[in-house]
């Protein structure tokens, strides 16, 4: 990548990070991994997510939060210009202005960098998904809660992040797999707008083609440089499923 277009990724992804709207997800539907760094931390905010505090903030817990911030927006900017695996964690760690071991006290590897990103996702949707109700027909919910999300990530910020991602054999693994973790947020947000026991196979059916369509929307979107919203990707897509049901 040239100096230029390095700065040019740079500068899209702090314009991105200045104008987010973040997402609030739960420390319940975090991994693991991520459950143990925000116990640890109080809370965690990064570019497409924040973990709302458990417990009020105290002055150490404030700390530990803001550090974890600088760690991972900084990573960011040095994966976008220098690419995921040619960055360091000597490198992240002197960037942010700490230690390697230090970093090591937040995270446990660089993928948990990007990481909090993927899964911040799931709650946002369903989320999404129930502010529907229960009016429209389940496919309808889903494509509107879909669609009013890409208009939140489907920005210069996401695009970043899913180009870093896939430099990455074991993310690109991890994130297609987080797709099936989705599709069963879809289907229990579904069943609580809609519990009656006979239409449990149907709701399931409508949440793993929802994420079929968001995929190939996404991918889609990603190939045409976001020159389109991902909206409409999403809309051609649901317009798509339906004529061929």
Known sequence: ??????????????????????????????????????????????????VRPTKAEGLRERNRRETLQRIADVAMELFVANGFEATTLDEIAASAGISRRTFFHYFESKDDLLLVHVEGYADAL????????????????????????????????????????????????????????????????????????????RLHLVAMAAMGVARLATEAWLEQGGKRPLARFIQDGFRNLKAEI
């Not at 040239?2 to 997402?23: E, H, I, P, Q």
């Not at 229960?134 to 999300?149: C, F, G, H, K, W």
């Not at 690109?172 to 069963?184: D, F, I, P, V």
Request: charged residues 25%; glycine residues 4%; aromatic residues 4%.
């Open 1 to 50: 990548m040239t100096s230029g277009r390095k700065s040019r990724s740079l500068d899209c992804w702090r314009v991105a990070v200045m104008s987010c709207k973040w997402v609030i997800v739960t420390v319940g539907n975090l991994s693991p991994r991520l459950q143990h760094a925000v116990t640890k931390n109080a809370s965690m905010r990064a570019p497409l997510a924040q």
């Open 126 to 201: 369903k989320a999404a998904v129930l502010k529907q109700g229960s009016t429209a027909a389940p496919i309808d919910a889903v494509e509107q809660a879909l669609m009013d999300l890409s208009t939140r990530l489907g920005s210069a910020r996401t695009m970043a992040i899913v180009q870093v991602i896939r430099q990455s054999e074991t993310l690109r693994a991890r994130k297609q797999h987080s797709y099936l973790g989705r599709e069963q947020v879809l289907f229990e947000a579904l069943r609580e707008l809609w519990p009656a026991k006979e239409r449990r196979e």
